[in-house]
């Protein structure tokens, strides 16, 4: 569901200058040891992200994606001899088939074959997806097994390394479950097990979604006018026990906190019918300034590109102006952008009641 912004909001209000040497190669050599910016106050607060527990309270409700990165990423050749470079999108469920985004010289034509990895071969079915943009193939056997013995991690695009050993532990959460997702929710990579215990021990519970990251997630907004841009579609699953927990947490006068725009994106979906419901299907919500927020108080989330979705949902969940300082706070103080960068905690802005 495509919400409109206020007019008065452009992509270019959502732009910003970043020195490129502050977009984060690797990740910090432990994943609780990354800073964390404090933008719940009205000034900054420059932290690591081990001290969270000090930022919640007991009763407080942590809930994380426990979406599982495969490696979509698969190079091949087809029957023709034409090298091909393949990121699948989405498996799909109970079968060996899959859509791909494919680049190639010359696009694979429906009963065309590719040969990937030198291992597995498989089988072009046509065009799919939105506008379709992406390819419809049958791979020669379980896509899940196939990925993980043939294919790559799937870094963003603005990592410039091939991925090797240290991607495959550290793009990946501690508590990554269920495997689907292409991207990963990178808000939670900065948890690992001694962390989740402190946080346990506090007394903050904790909760999971699914929402299987796609690799929309990196699409360009290409028009400047926000109504006008086409979010990409992504499924996701909201549990009874998440919704049971949610209900309890208010009861007991707790904040909800997502870690992750992910995690936020599937929790405010569920609850696009006024209350939140567990469920699974697909979303193409699309936050921004305006949004009416039903279920998350604060939210946990990397730096994000200059004129993204991303860029637009945290300026509607903490306001325009206040991202704007934070974000020049974070460039002043060198802080590490994006996937393997740094984080914030954000608190949900306050809008008053209109008269």
Excluded at 109 to 129: M, S, T
Excluded at 231 to 254: L, N, Y
Aim: hydrophobic share 45%; glycine share 8%.
């Amino acid at each position: 569901m495509s919400l409109i912004a206020p007019p008065a909001y452009t992509v270019a209000d959502f732009d910003f200058d970043l020195p490129p040497e502050l977009i984060a190669q690797h990740p910090a050599p432990e994943r609780s040891a990354s800073r964390l910016l404090d933008a719940t106050g009205p000034a900054p607060v420059d932290r690591v992200f081990r001290d969270l527990p000090g930022l919640l309270s007991p009763g407080d409700l942590l809930v994380f994606n426990n979406t599982r990165v495969i490696k979509a990423r698969l190079f091949g050749t087809k029957s023709t001899g034409g090298s091909v470079e393949a990121l699948v999108e989405r498996v799909l469920p109970g079968t060996q088939e899959v859509w791909m985004h494919l680049r190639a010289s010359k696009s694979p034509k429906p009963g065309g074959r590719i040969r990937f990895a030198d291992a597995f071969d498989a089988e072009v079915l046509g065009r799919c997806g939105p506008d379709n943009g992406l390819f419809h193939l049958r791979l020669a056997g379980d896509p899940f097994a196939l990925l993980e013995a043939h294919g790559h991690v799937p870094l963003p695009p603005y990592i410039a390394h091939a991925d090797g050993a240290e991607d495959e532990r550290r793009y990946q959460t501690v508590f990554a479950k269920e495997p689907g997702a292409v991207a990963a929710p990178t808000a939670a990579l900065h948890f690992d097990e001694a962390l989740l215990a402190r946080l346990a021990e506090r007394g903050v519970e904790q909760a999971h979604v699914t929402l299987h990251v796609g690799a929309g997630t990196f699409q360009p907004v290409r028009v400047e006018q926000l109504h006008e841009h086409k979010m990409h579609s992504e499924w996701f699953e909201v549990p009874q026990a998440t919704v049971d927990a949610v209900a309890a947490c208010r009861a007991r006068g707790g904040r909800v906190v997502a870690v992750g725009t992910t995690t936020l994106r599937a929790l405010e979906s569920a609850a696009l019918g006024g209350h939140l419901a567990a469920g699974s299907r697909e979303t193409d919500i699309f936050i921004t300034p305006g949004f009416q927020f039903r279920v998350v108080d604060r939210l946990v989330t990397n730096f994000h590109l200059p004129r993204s979705t991303l860029m637009m949902l945290v300026s509607a969940f903490a306001g325009h102006a206040h991202i704007r300082a934070a974000y020049r706070h974070a460039i002043a103080q060198r802080y590490r952008f994006f996937s393997y960068g740094d984080a914030m905690l954000l608190q949900r802005e306050t809008i008053p009641a209109q008269c």
